[in-house]
């Protein structure tokens, strides 16, 4: 009898699908996906796929940004529950308000938002772009930045821009431990901390290099050094470890004692090779953004897209 692995890769390509799994998802889900990425990686796939249909290996808010780009294609996700802690800290109607109390400021807002939140946004940004995207906007702009309040602090001090922050932050990210790093890097006085702009300033402060989940494979990749602290989502050093297989990984601790002693996203976990299938199968649960929200959706993550080129 032929593996799960082995029908979802009969079953793509029978139907013309595509599967975008996020670095976060589990390794098995990205041993059968097409791409294997960060937001703004998955974002430009979304944007240029040929597929009848997209599987979204990942959570809601990075499904739905692949229907803004692709209204005529069929968008599935493993499991409509697969939220996201960060985009559930910005509710729309808050948000409104927020924005609506300082018209004159550019709205940006980080990719991990709802597709609500980037229909009331002028640009969108990534990770991997945000501090690019910032200093597209003219000096004397200001500038709201929602919804992650640690990212929106790291770009201020890289970028010396003022931004109105809104107060959200992602759950994974805020659960490292400072004690518990410091601890694990007087083991290993050798390895490099590196840490994801997402993580508390206390975090960064520690770290050779902060950048996106892409940025950091890379500079493993690239680094002479043969080992690393890794601050950020623990599925991450699956597609790092295939990229260097013989350097030494560590996950960065978290305060809470769990299954791995690190970090991970509940959300992100939701999905299982077994939804995949299944989601593959049955072509369901289905993603659809309303046309009036998608068309206002769409033009900041366009900006992004054209800020990113």
Not at 55 to 71: D, Q, R, S, W
Not at 207 to 230: C, E, L, Q, R, W
Request: hydrophobic share 40%; with cysteine; net charge neutral.
């Amino acid at each position: 009898m032929k593996s799960l692995k082995e029908q979802i890769i009969e079953l793509k390509k029978k139907k013309n699908v595509v599967i975008l799994a996020h670095y976060y998802q589990e390794a098995d889900i990205q041993d059968v996906a097409d791409y294997v990425g960060d937001s703004l990686g998955l974002s430009i796939e979304a944007a240029k796929t040929d597929a009848d249909i997209i599987l979204f290996a990942g959570v809601h808010f990075m499904a739905e940004t692949a229907k803004i780009l692709n209204p005529t294609k069929k968008v599935i996700l493993p499991d409509l529950k697969a939220g996201c802690s960060l985009a559930e800290s910005c509710p729309p109607d808050l948000f409104k308000k927020f924005t609506d109390a300082h018209p004159d400021h550019i709205v940006i807002t980080y990719v991990n938002c709802s597709a609500e939140i980037k229909a009331l946004s002028d640009i969108v940004c990534t990770s991997s772009n945000a501090i690019k995207i910032v200093e597209s906007v003219p000096k004397d702009t200001p500038i709201i930045f929602a919804p992650d309040k640690n990212l929106g602090k790291y770009i201020i001090s890289k970028t010396g821009r003022d931004m109105l922050l809104w107060d959200g932050s992602c759950v994974v990210h805020e659960a490292f431990s400072l004690d518990k790093l410091i601890a694990v890097y007087k083991e290993h006085p050798d390895a490099k901390i590196i840490a994801h702009p997402e993580s508390e300033t206390h975090i960064l402060e520690t770290a050779a290099y902060i950048g996106s989940t892409s940025g950091m494979i890379d500079y493993v990749k690239t680094n002479p050094n043969h080992k690393f602290i890794v601050a950020t989502e623990a599925g991450i050093l699956h597609k790092m470890q295939q990229e260097v297989p013989h350097k030494i990984l560590i996950p960065a601790p978290a305060k809470e004692n769990n299954t791995c002693a690190c970090s991970e996203c509940g959300y992100m976990k939701m999905n299982t090779l077994q939804k995949l299938y299944n989601c593959l199968l049955h072509e369901t649960p289905e993603i659809t953004v309303p046309e009036n929200i998608r068309k206002r959706a769409l033009v900041p993550i366009k900006r992004m897209l054209e800020l990113s080129k």
